[in-house]
């Protein structure tokens, strides 16, 4: 069964940090983009990041860039999402979510790209 599994969120008080996980299981990311997406209470799904299947191409929202870094290990089958100087903005369930793709520079920030997803880890961001 193909599967993303996010881990790593929790409760961080604005100006904290946390890196999120995102592990695949039954299959190898190698051939797969990755996008790292949020949704906050009463708010639609958005882009947060995403990288190639290269690693080669990232791309940020832009309420996030600069403080967030993505990255991934395909030796490890994982891609991170490392989030510093968090904000009460932030505060949202984080999905990953993962597209097939021959093309190794690409990646997009649209959900009707991406193949499938994980289930989401909360992160809360307040004092």
């Known amino acids: 069964q193909l599967q993303l599994v996010e881990s790593g969120g929790g409760l961080v008080q604005p100006g904290g940090s946390l890196r999120l996980s995102c592990a695949a299981f039954?299959?190898?990311?190698?051939?797969?983009?990755i996008g790292w997406f949020r949704q906050a209470p009463g708010k639609e799904r958005e882009g947060v990041s995403c990288i190639s299947s290269s690693g080669g191409t990232t791309n940020y929202a832009d309420s996030v860039k600069g403080r967030f870094t993505i990255s991934r290990d395909n030796a490890k089958n994982a891609v991170y999402l490392q989030m510093n100087s968090l904000n009460p903005e932030d505060t949202a369930i984080y999905y990953c979510?993962?597209?097939?793709?021959?093309?190794?520079?690409?990646?997009?920030?649209?959900?009707?790209?991406?193949?499938?997803w994980g289930q989401g880890t909360q992160v809360t961001v307040s004092s």
């Open positions: 039954g299959f190898t990311l190698d051939n797969y983009a």
């Open positions: 979510a993962a597209s097939f793709t021959t093309v190794k520079a690409m990646c997009a920030m649209r959900r009707g790209w991406y193949d499938f």
